[in-house]
């Protein structure tokens, strides 16, 4: 092996090049946080590289992808965050009894307490289901070097390998030590095996069996999977798994309790070997397993110790089951435990413990195309706002319902009735849209969720004659997750073709920043029977157009206060952060509050501006002039 230098990288960084310097073959993906910027390391080293980069539409497509490629004897890697395991569970369900050649690797980025996605999901579930290898990292190195040995243990497994990487440890950054395997080129075969590739009937409960015998001859093995820390002769012991493991080494240095506490870290969480926890509990009189969101950990241990441990075994009757687990929590109960407190000089005093940070949402950027769609969709739908204070807490109540999907689109102010999983905004208006057929209803959602699996229930739609629109936000990006292309970015795929293919005979062209083309649209589509399509169009403005670019470098837009009457359709409703408040000219408020002088005056600040110009089709008055040297 190669030694190479220490480099300094996140956890992102650090599967990367740890696929890197396994000499990976292929890689396949979907994008999502934590783990969405490990393709684009990759294919910044692309052109030092030899291997090929898949960008697959859904998981599903991405998990099938990475099976092929290992049946052949190449080493495959396979990204996606923990709600798209959900997607590809049908295929990794079946990619265990195939025995695969090539080393295979599910990275997945899970998100306790979703600070990086739209919901919580403990997926560690799958493991068992799936009866596949489930690694958990403790650090950024410890990824790295877990990634690594995941493809040596799926060669000799002849099984998938599941790598976990919580957001922690994704976004975490530190020094990685980086270490190049010599690897002899491989050449690439797919060979018939009906025995292992054809799994049905009898011949899919026999290789169920192979598989699990195998799982099991690995379980006695492997060694590495338990290491401990502290004082091995204390009664307390402590079972960690992840990025539990330095939350709980942090608390018990600084609350001083290295000597009354044993901790063991469990790298190999499935298959669990339960030997390493039956010699560490064979002193102890209370073991604690500290582990986030449901108890998947403490749950393989009550079932394999059963009977063999006499001491008590806590996890989940005092920590939560939701959410990530902190420090404070940690904290609060070893103090509590042990009578003692954190050393007034440190960070973790308890003054500093109980802060909380106000919430940050996200929220439309500057030139966002979605600012101006919901606008007009609200304006269709006769949607009236009700605010119950705060900027973020604007409540919209509408006579029609609007089908919402994950993505930039489900950003605050949330003007849509629900926000659940991928494609939940047509698949959810589509049962409704038969059981109430004269419910004002739209859908919505992006390209990239139309894409991945979106167009499928559109043609369900189709074929089950449901009247129903469906708006499909295009902004050429799938920009939530880092910006990478979708099928309209690249223009190898015509839209509306595909829309036509499928059966949708009533589709509109709208341009996103023009809101009242979009609220035309809307009220046309209410009258036509069957599927319709409102394809709004506006790039993203992160990725800007060469002519986006143009307008903004050349275009100017100034409110002209003498024509505005004080309606703040463009800074209420619209709520475009680059018009503001001019406050050196906003008459001041009347003392008799139902005397409010609600005329403001506005102006727009040129340094937030990105001269999409939407505010120009809101404006009532004719108040907003754009000049523009190419008009």
Not at 200 to 217: F, G, P, S, T, Y
Not at 229 to 235: G, L, V
Not at 331 to 357: H, I, M, W
Request: charged letters at 20%; proline letters at 4%.
């Amino acid at each position: 092996m190669n030694k190479l230098k220490g480099t300094f990288g996140d956890g992102n960084d650090a599967i990367a090049w740890a696929a890197q310097d396994a000499s990976v073959n292929y890689i396949s993906h979907y994008p999502g946080s934590p783990v969405n910027r490990v393709i684009d390391v990759l294919e910044a080293d692309l052109h030092d590289e030899s291997y090929i980069i898949n960008h697959a539409l859904n998981e599903h497509i991405a998990a099938l992808s990475v099976m092929g490629t290992s049946l052949c004897g190449a080493r495959s890697l396979l990204v996606m965050k923990h709600v798209g395991l959900n997607i590809a569970a049908d295929p990794l369900n079946y990619s265990a009894v195939i025995k695969i050649k090539g080393g295979m690797v599910v990275v997945v980025g899970t998100d306790p307490g979703a600070r990086t996605s739209t919901g919580e999901e403990d997926v560690h579930w799958y493991a068992a289901q799936f009866n596949l290898p489930l690694l958990e990292p403790t650090s950024v190195q410890n990824t790295y070097d877990c990634v690594k040995q995941a493809f040596e243990i799926s060669e000799q497994t002849q099984l998938p390998v599941l790598v976990f990487v919580p957001g922690r440890i994704a976004y975490q950054s530190s020094l990685i030590s980086r270490q190049k395997e010599e690897v002899s080129a491989r050449s690439f075969l797919f060979e018939k095996d009906p025995e292992n590739l054809i799994n049905v009937n009898v011949r899919a409960v026999k290789n169920h069996r192979k598989h699990i015998l195998r799982l099991q001859a690995f379980q006695q093995e492997y060694s590495q999977s338990n290491q401990t820390y502290f004082n091995p002769q204390a009664s307390f012991g402590i079972v960690t798994r992840g990025a539990s493991y330095s939350v709980c080494c942090e608390v018990i240095e600084s609350l001083g309790l290295t000597e009354k506490v044993h901790l063991l870290n469990i790298e190999l969480t499935y298959p669990l070997n339960i030997n390493g926890f039956l010699v560490f509990a064979k002193n102890k009189k209370k073991v604690i397993i500290i582990e986030d969101q449901d108890g998947f950990l403490e749950t393989m241990i009550k079932r394999e110790a059963f009977g063999k441990v006499s001491c008590e075994v806590h996890g989940k009757n005092i920590f939560p089951i939701w959410g990530e687990i902190s420090d404070e929590q940690v904290r609060d109960y070893l103090s509590e435990e042990f009578e003692c407190k954190a050393p007034s000089n440190t960070v973790f005093s308890t003054a500093l413990g109980q802060l909380d940070s106000p919430e940050r949402p996200g929220s439309f950027c500057e030139g966002c195309p979605h600012r101006s769609s919901f606008y007009g969709i609200d304006k269709a739908l006769n949607n009236q706002s009700c605010k119950s204070g705060g900027v973020y807490s604007t409540e919209m109540y509408s006579t029609g319902i609007i089908g919402g999907d994950i993505g930039c689109s489900s950003l605050p102010p949330h003007r849509t009735d629900w926000l659940l999983c991928m494609n939940a905004g047509i698949g959810i208006s589509q049962g409704i849209a038969h059981l109430l057929p004269d419910q004002p209803l739209v859908s919505t959602g992006g390209e990239g969720s139309f894409f991945h699996g979106g167009v499928i229930s559109l043609q369900s739609a189709v074929e089950n004659n449901i009247n129903l629109t469906h708006i499909i936000f295009d902004n050429r990006s799938v920009a939530m997750t880092g910006h990478q292309d979708s099928p309209t970015s690249s223009g190898k795929t015509d839209l509306g073709m595909l829309l036509k293919s499928i059966g949708v005979k009533h589709i509109f062209e709208v341009d996103a920043f023009v809101s009242s083309e979009l609220t035309k649209a809307i009220e046309d589509a209410k009258q036509l029977e069957g599927v319709k399509a409102i394809w709004v169009q506006g790039d993203c403005a992160l990725q800007p157009s060469a002519e986006s670019l143009r307008r903004y470098k050349e275009r100017t837009l100034i409110i002209h206060n003498e024509l505005c009457d004080g309606c703040s359709l463009c800074y209420e409703e619209l709520q475009c952060p680059a018009i503001v408040k001019d406050k050196k000219h906003t008459p001041p408020l009347l003392n008799d509050d139902s005397q409010l002088d609600h005329k403001r005056i506005l102006q727009i600040d040129l340094n937030l501006c990105r001269r999409c110009a939407a505010c120009l089709d809101v404006c009532p008055n004719n108040a907003i002039e754009v000049i523009d040297p190419n008009d």
